[in-house]
């Protein structure tokens, strides 16, 4: 017999104790903005953004703007790290991928231009 699923949740209202929610909060807090600092340091060190797609980025960031609002903790760390962080990285990985589209110099017509 399966067990009653009202005596799984603890008295915050939650199936999982607290210190592993909260726990759970800060791994997309660490892991959204640091990946994207890694995609935001290729194009600045490669000094080209051949194979970035700008359109996907800026719906990153927008997605994640509207994830921060749908949640609606606007005073946890965790939130303000993985959402609003993450979208303004976003919006850098978009300014760069335009500064760096055609190459280094940015001159399409350049000999290094990707």
């Known amino acids: ?8 949740i603890d008295e915050s209202g ?8 909260e726990a759970l909060g800060w791994v997309p807090a660490v892991i959204f903005p640091g990946a994207t600092l890694l995609q935001l340091a290729t194009i600045i ?3 080209t953004a051949a194979g970035v797609s ?10 994640n703007i509207c994830l921060f609002l749908y949640t609606e ?11 609003l962080g993450t979208a303004v990285l976003n919006l850098c990985i978009v300014a760069a ?9 940015g001159n399409p017509n350049a000999p290094d231009a990707v």
Do not use: C, Q
């Open 73 to 83: 903790k606007y005073g946890e760390l965790e939130s303000i790290l993985g959402a």
């Open 97 to 105: 991928a335009i500064r760096y589209r055609n190459g280094p110099t």
């Open 54 to 63: 700008i359109e996907a980025w800026t719906a990153y960031a927008v997605a």
């Open 14 to 21: 939650s199936l999982l104790p607290g210190w592993l929610f």
């Open 45 to 47: 060190r490669r000094k």
């Open 1 to 8: 017999m399966a067990p009653d699923i009202r005596t799984m």
